[in-house]
Nanobody, 125 residues
Framework: QLQLVESGGGLVQPGGSLRLSCTVS????????IGWFRQAPGKEREGVSC????????NYADSVKGRFTISRDNANNTVYLQMSSLKPEDTAVYYC??????????????????WGQGTQVTVSS
């Protein structure tokens, strides 16, 4: 059974940084594509960034390009989302999600079968 646990959320001032972690158990990251998603109150869940299994290709939503970086540590089966130059509009619950696929990663929530519990990110002064 594949399980995901997020950590690293919190309160940060505009312009600040946070690093989110998504620890995966049950499957090696080589065979899993991982996506980071977020959902703000009253809004639909949206894709933020993703990383493929083998090869590690990445993708980003236009709203976070140049500010967020996704990476993975295969030894620890963990995927990270480094967030910099944070804006109030980045405030949301952030989720990592997984799909057992060797295909290129995707920012579509429906393509992911496994989800973490979410971690709150609040950007405010």
């Amino acid at each position: 059974q594949l399980q995901l646990v997020e950590s690293g959320g919190g309160l940060v001032q505009p312009g600040g940084s946070l690093r989110l972690s998504c620890t995966v158990s049950g499957f090696s990251l080589d065979y899993v594509r991982i996506g980071w998603f977020r959902q703000a109150p009253g809004k639909e869940r949206e894709g933020v960034s993703c990383i493929s299994g083998r090869g590690g290709s990445t993708n980003y939503a236009d709203s976070v390009k140049g500010r967020f970086t996704i990476s993975r540590d295969n030894a620890n089966n963990t995927v990270y989302l480094q967030m910099s130059s944070l804006k109030p509009e980045d405030t949301a619950v952030y989720y990592c999600a997984a799909d057992l696929s060797s295909r290129a990663c995707t920012l579509l929530p429906l393509a992911h079968d496994y989800w973490g519990q979410g971690t709150q990110v609040t950007v405010s002064s």
